[in-house]
């Protein structure tokens, strides 16, 4: 791979490529405009240079100017005057969570033809929020029931699942959802289920569903709504970034994502610090004022109800099992939209910014508050200025303000850090963008799977260093004749729990910065 001194070397020799070219380039660029403007081809005044922008504007570029859609740098006045609101207040009248965030008007949205991904999907309703029924709205479409249809599916080791389509009731005062066959049968069916997708954590919040017998009275509607709702779950593990987006958000995103924004989200075990974190990708998954299941008073009637999350696998998606076909990549753009991030096409900052000749390749360091820290942090950030980067420090309490903070990692070509949920923040990274993964001592076989994998899916380069027992405090701890350094194996037949409290609580790191020196190569070859 090299030496440390030849990146060096080949990183010097970018800028002064840069420095070269760029008065070259002016020359080019000089020449030109004097040809444009002795041929005429510039607007002759204000007048017609602000028609030629009002022009652009209402042409081809209106889309990168909506609300959560795909807005440019260059647009960020118009971006934060169409910004959802971050409150995360309970409106006491209606029991609705932040009827700020909702998505772009009616008249924002395509009525129709395929969601936020170019994916196919159904014509939206014009109604307002709430998706509320009113007479002559066009008949419910997405499913329709089907008395040979399983309304419930347990079999999935991650999740349980249960669809009703044709007339689902919801009943938030008794955590239960209702289901009216259009043929009822003499024995009605009940099933309980957990509605994340973690269903063995045994603190998630349950719903009941039921479909009615023959002899039961069915509830009285008090809110018809003409438009799909979701019912889950909040809790759980959330409060750990790696959780919100493995438990939730991606779950969360393959479940709804499909409806194109025309859906409700009824939440149970309502965690409002988590709507108010992710406002900006939830004001991208539904733009229907979100329900908070526990209190609400209404007895609400929807044409199809889905009870629960999908889910894969950690951190991941397989495209095979969704119907939409989504990736990790459809997830990582689409959460870039919800936060104005550039456009896929746009490349990594260290190649999107060519004119600067003096332009060095930005990598975000993030250090850990408790555990698996870096000692040396000052001899770590010394060395990867050596070898040409410009740091950013990560604080580990940097996301008490997300939407700061996606911009800062956007702004990164790398991102560096030690095994943990911090990494998770490689979501906001361009395309091309480069995850360079810590692996402690004796955590390398579960390593890949949390971030190594997820990295690849997204479209990411993952760069993997693990760590000598040298570079363990865990050593000084405990010695080389300890089983901890000298048999990890032993360690990980005792189960999850002795490899928590070894390797993932009782571990700082000592990063060698020669041993590790060829893990940079590798990520400085990937932005390069």
């Not at 390797?503 to 590790?516: C, E, G």
Request: hydrophobic residues 35%.
């Amino acid at each position: 791979m090299g030496s440390p001194k030849m990146a060096k070397s080949a990183m010097k020799q970018g800028i002064w490529r840069r420095r070269i070219g760029a008065p070259f380039a002016a020359v080019l660029v000089a020449a030109v405009l004097a040809v444009v403007v002795f041929s005429g081809q510039f607007a002759k005044g204000p007048n017609d240079l602000e028609r030629t922008v009002s022009s652009k504007l209402e042409g081809e570029d209106t889309e990168q100017i909506r609300l959560e859609d795909g807005q440019s740098p260059n647009k960020e006045a118009a971006i934060e005057e169409q910004k959802p609101s971050q409150a995360a207040a309970i409106d006491q009248d209606d029991n609705t969570l932040n009827p700020g965030l909702k998505q772009a008007s009616g008249d924002e949205r395509s009525a129709g033809g395929s969601d936020s991904l170019g994916k196919e999907s159904p014509p939206q309703s014009q109604e307002g929020d709430g998706g509320t029924a009113e007479s002559g709205a066009e008949p419910y479409i997405k499913c329709t029931a089907q008395s040979d249809t399983k309304i419930c599916d347990l079999s999935n080791p991650r999740f349980d699942i249960c669809e009703l389509c044709g007339d689902a009731r919801t009943i938030g005062q008794s955590s239960t959802v209702v289901y009216v066959p259009q043929n009822r049968a003499s024995n009605g069916e009940e099933w309980i289920i957990r509605a994340q997708s973690r269903k063995h954590l045994p603190w998630i919040k349950k719903v009941t569903i039921k479909s009615v017998n023959s002899s039961e009275p069915e509830p009285i509607c008090t809110s018809k709504h003409h438009i799909p709702a979701i019912v889950f779950a909040l809790g759980g593990l959330t409060a750990n970034v790696w959780h919100d987006f493995s438990d939730v958000l991606v779950p969360l995103f393959l479940t709804a994502c499909q409806f194109n924004g025309d859906v409700q989200l009824i939440i149970t075990n309502n965690q409002p610090w988590f709507i108010k974190k992710y406002s900006a990708i939830f004001s991208r998954l539904t733009r229907h004022e979100i329900i908070d299941f526990d209190s609400d008073g209404q007895i609400r009637c929807y044409p199809h109800v889905i009870v629960g999350l999908r889910s894969h696998r950690d951190l991941g998606i397989d495209p095979s099992s969704s119907p939409q076909n989504y990736t990790m990549v459809d997830f990582r753009l689409f959460v870039r939209e919800a936060y104005g991030l550039p456009a896929a096409e746009v490349d990594i900052p260290y190649k999107a910014d060519k004119d600067d000749p003096d332009k060095k390749p930005r990598i975000m360091l993030i250090d850990r508050g408790k555990s698996r820290r870096f000692v040396n942090a000052a001899h770590v950030v010394q060395g990867l200025d050596w070898f040409g980067f410009e740091v950013v420090k990560a604080d580990p309490k940097i996301d008490s303000n997300l939407d700061e903070f996606v911009r800062l990692v956007d702004s990164c070509d790398a991102i560096m850090g030690v095994h943990g949920a911090g990494l998770t923040n490689m979501v906001f990274l361009r395309s091309g963008g480069v995850v360079v993964h810590i692996v402690p001592y004796g955590i390398k076989f579960m390593a890949d799977g949390f971030y190594g994998a997820p990295a690849r899916d997204m479209g990411l380069r993952h760069v993997e260093y693990s760590i000598s027992p040298e570079e363990s405090t865990l050593l000084e701890k405990y010695g080389w004749n300890h089983t901890v350094i000298n048999d990890p194996e032993t360690i990980r037949k005792g189960g999850w729990e002795k490899v928590a409290e070894f390797y993932m609580s009782k571990q700082d790191i000592v990063l060698n910065m020669t041993r590790f020196g060829p893990s940079l190569l590798n990520a400085i070859e990937f932005i390069m």
